[in-house]
């Protein structure tokens, strides 16, 4: 299920910047990987926002009490595509030959290996960039909301 909320948008009254709540969402049936010959089926949410235009949220689903979220660059995941890239908590690397992409995360209390289906994974991306595309990040932020937020705690929408 793909979720995409942009709003009709000619790029020049408002500087080629689309609205604040324009996204694009997407449940992926992705693997955690418990072993070299276990894995577990299970729901990640993928979200992007045109306010965040560096960020990528991703809820992880088991089942089971709950929901694990992350937030990473989304720059790693389109790198991660191609080779293996990232440090510390957030690994991402291609298995070419599975048409798989790995997501290494290592909170401080643990680790998780999810394999995501390389094609899917490949087509949220390409609809993000469709509505940020790469290396015009800058000129989706919000400054004076960022600002906002950082000097009073108001909410990334005001």
Known sequence: MTAISEEPHDGAADGGRRPQGAG???????????????????TAR???????????????????????????ARELLTAGMDGPVGEGDVLVW????????CLSLAPRDGHALVEMP??????W???TRRLVPIGSEENFLDVEALS???LYGTGPDG
């Open 118 to 123: 390389a094609g899917a994974l490949a087509g």
């Open 46 to 72: 993928f979200a992007y926002r045109s306010n965040d235009p560096y960020a990528v949220h991703v809820v992880f689903d088991m089942g089971l009490g709950e929901p694990v979220s992350w937030v990473f």
């Open 148 to 150: 906002q937020h950082l």
């Open 125 to 127: 991306l390409k609809r």
């Open 94 to 101: 291609p298995v070419h030959e599975r048409a798989v992409c």
């Open 24 to 42: 694009v969402e997407d449940r992926l049936g992705v693997f955690l990987r418990l072993s070299s010959e276990l894995s577990v089926p299970i």
